[in-house]
C-alpha cells in the first residue's frame, strides 16, 4: 500500500525524535533515580529508517516535587523539596540487518543529572533538615538489541532489550545520588498507530527488573512502566495529551527479605503535548511536555518539563 506524503512526512519526524533518558523519576530506594519516566510519548513505535548515518538526540527536563506519599497516598510529617534538572545525549543507529521479521539496532543514552534534595523531620525541639545535592554523569543506557517492525503502512512496533549501568556517581550516606549502584535490565515493547487523518496513538511499556545494591543490600522491586501520548498532526504541529502510569508489581528487598510493607511505589502523571517539524527545513525536530502527577504511593508526587530535539546525519 502506497504511503500518502503527508504519512511519509509524519513518519520521518517521529523516527528521529527517539527518547533519550534523562533520569526525572525517582525510585524505591531512597529517591534514587532508578529508571526515567516522561521519555516516550509521540512517535513511540518508530525508530530511525536503516541508513549508513546516525541520529542524534538532545533532551532536557525540570523534575520539581515538594510532597511526598505515603503507602495510603497520605502526605507523612518528613516534608521534601527535590529538584532534577537533567540533559541527555541519545546516539541511535538502525542497521539494514533481518531480525525476527523486523530490522535491527542499537542505541546508546548517556544523562547528566543536576540534582538537590532538602529533607524536613520534625522533632520535639525543632525540626532537622537534612540537605543534599550530586552532579555528575547518571547511569548510562545500552540499548544492544532494537527491532523495528512495520505490519502495516499506519502501524509501527519497536522490541528493545535495554540495560541500564551503575556508571553513575554513588555514596550510600548521601540524600541523594546521580547513579542507582545497581544494573537495571528492561525488556520494552513501544507502537504508534496514525490514521489517515492524522490522529495519532502512542504507547511505550516495559518491566524493569533491579539488582541488588551491594552497598546497602537493597533490592527494589519489579517496575511496570507505560508512557502514552494521543495527538493531531496539522499541518508541522502535533497537537495533544500525554503522560505516565507507573506501579511497582513486587516488594523492595533488603538482605532477601520484605522491607517494612513492601514499599511499593506508583504515581499516574498527565499533561499537554506538541510537536513541530517544518517540511523542507534543515533544523532539529522539536517536541515538548509538562506533565503533573498525581496518585502517589511511597515517593513523591511532582511537575515535570522536558524539551527534546534531534538530528539525523
Known sequence: MKRSPFLAQVMQWMAVLLSCAASTAHGVENGAPITPFGVNN??????????????????TSSYKAGELRNT??????????????????????????????????????????DMSNRLTVPRPVEP??????????GDVTLVPLSIQWTPSSNLFVNGRLELQLPTGRYKAD???????????????????????????????????????????????????????????????????????????????????????????????ALGPAIGFMEEGSKGPLISAHFYKEFGARNRTQGKQFALRAAWSF
Open 42 to 59: 509521540y512517535g513511540a513505535g518508530i525508530v530511525p529508517p536503516a541508513s549508513a548515518d546516525l541520529t542524534v538526540a538532545i533532551r
Open 72 to 113: 495510603n497516598g497520605d502526605r507523612p510529617p518528613t516534608a521534601v523539596k527535590l529538584k532534577v534538572n537533567s540533559a541527555a545525549l541519545a546516539i541511535v543507529k538502525t542497521t539494514d540487518i533481518s531480525l525476527l521479521g523486523g530490522t535491527y539496532g542499537f542505541s546508546l543514552i548517556v544523562p547528566y543529572l
Open 128 to 137: 532537622l533538615t537534612l540537605r543534599g545535592k550530586d552532579s555528575a554523569i
Open 174 to 268: 548521601r540524600i541523594i545520588n546521580t547513579g542507582a549502584n545497581h544494573w537495571t535490565v528492561s525488556p520494552v515493547i513501544a507502537f504508534t498507530w496514525i490514521s489517515p487523518s492524522g490522529l495519532e496513538l502512542s504507547s511505550n511499556i516495559q518491566l524493569n527488573v533491579h539488582g541488588k545494591n551491594k552497598d546497602t543490600q537493597y533490592r527494589s522491586g519489579i517496575e511496570y512502566q507505560h508512557e502514552f501520548a494521543v495527538g493531531q498532526h496539522i499541518g508541522p504541529w502535533t497537537l495533544g495529551m500525554g503522560g505516565y502510569l507507573y506501579r511497582q508489581l513486587s516488594d523492595d528487598k533488603v538482605n532477601g527479605n520484605r522491607f517494612e510493607d513492601g514499599n511499593r511505589a506508583r504515581v499516574i
